[in-house]
């Protein structure tokens, strides 16, 4: 192989890895990577992970849920923000122990399941399923 052809081969490999790292690299208005965190609210000692296509009725009042921060670098960082809280609400047919629903009003509620694993407890994938 030519000079100029390994040369014209080491710029292109070299291309190759800058634009694979900079497809993994997110960013955010402070540059810094974007934060993989998975949404979720604690509320009454359980945790709550977001579901989506949920077809649900919010129900009462019932308290202060709390989010956490996101530690998905493994540790707190000063600039981080703090856990924060919205109002949890009851999801009509099921119990709070099983999901809620979370936000500042209930029109504006999301659906939260307490699950572990990627297993739904079955009061929830009744309502997904409509049945």
């Known amino acids: 192989m030519s000079r100029t052809g390994r040369y ?3 710029l ?3 291309a190759m890895v ?3 790292a900079a497809c993994t690299a997110g960013s955010n208005s402070g540059g810094k990577e974007s934060a993989s ?3 979720r609210f604690i509320y009454q000692d359980r945790s709550y992970r977001d579901v989506a296509n949920v077809d649900f009725t919010v129900g009462t009042k019932l308290g202060a ?3 956490p921060p996101c530690e998905d670098t493994g540790g707190r960082e000063k600039d981080e923000e703090p856990a924060t809280t919205e109002t949890a609400y009851k999801v009509d047919g099921i119990s709070s122990k099983v999901a809620i629903a979370v936000g500042d009003t209930p029109e504006e ?3 939260f399941a307490a699950y572990s694993g990627s297993e739904l407890p079955p009061e929830v994938q009744r309502l997904i399923d409509g049945s």
Do not use: E, I
Request: charged letters at 5%; glycine letters at 6%.
């Open 37 to 39: 965190c998975v949404n």
């Open 8 to 10: 014209t081969g080491m």
């Open 12 to 14: 292109l490999a070299a």
């Open 65 to 67: 849920a709390t989010k």
């Open 18 to 20: 800058m634009s694979a």
């Open 109 to 111: 509620a999301t659906f």
